[in-house]
């Protein structure tokens, strides 16, 4: 919502819609969904899902989800048959690891925007290769997989690699160690996720988010210190971020790195 999102809608496992209710921001709405035994989202959650989707701009999939078997199928079956605009991250990424070619990525007949936002280790698994062979091929192994899946590919870390289908690439500069922290990937994935629904194609949605997130990053941690950083100071700091973007793109027509 910081990014510019008009309004969120958190779905969740329905017994824990009191308590959710009773810490989360006011501004964000909830949709409480049917459970496993364990409390997790249920593949039988997928036609509330699927109903709600229709009034939706976009939808992300994977932070705080868990590895539940029916929340796994519940994730494939999401991203192969709800034809809406998609971040997939964390867990979502999990669910489909060893299922890439059977989700319809490669749909093109459907005009599919997904974007996936894979940290090295995620990368690895959905490759099932090792993190060190992903971080000695960073470039490399990012055009071939977005070019491959037909999706917009942001693969996090040091200097964020963010490609697509189409041979665009963008390799960030902003950032710090600091942003290395629980929950910092989940509020790029909410920006990417905000620039899309605003109407941003994928590419350049998933790249100035990539380059505000490592921005509000930065600017947080010349407050707060690296050592000190965590995801709820990157979110405070979106609208300084913001704020420097319009001022470097009324002056010099861009900002720098982007």
Sequence with gaps: MRSGAGVVTLAIPKSLNIPIIRIKP????TLALPETKN??????????????S??????????????????????????????????????GLNALSGYLDSVGLKDESKNR???????PKEMARLLDVSTKKVQSNRRKIAELFSRKYKITLALKGYR????????????????NPGMATAGSGDVLTGMIASFLGQGLDAFTATKTAVYLHGLAGDIAAREKTQISL????IIAKIPCAIKKLYCWR??????PHL
């Design 113 to 119: 925007i997904r974007v996936m936002t894979p940290h």
């Design 54 to 91: 229709d009034s939706a701009d976009i939808l992300v999939i994977g932070p705080g989800l868990g590895n539940d078997k029916s929340t796994q199928s519940l994730v494939r079956k999401t991203v192969k048959e709800i034809n809406k605009p998609m971040v997939i991250d964390a867990d």
């Design 250 to 255: 009324s002056s010099v027509g861009r900002a």
């Design 26 to 29: 006011k501004e964000v709405i």
């Design 160 to 175: 964020t690699i963010v490609s697509d289908y189409s041979d665009k690439l963008y390799i960030n500069k902003t950032g």
């Design 39 to 52: 409390k997790s989202l249920s593949s039988l959650a997928y036609r509330k899902i699927k109903d709600f």
């Design 230 to 233: 965590i995801a709820s100071d």
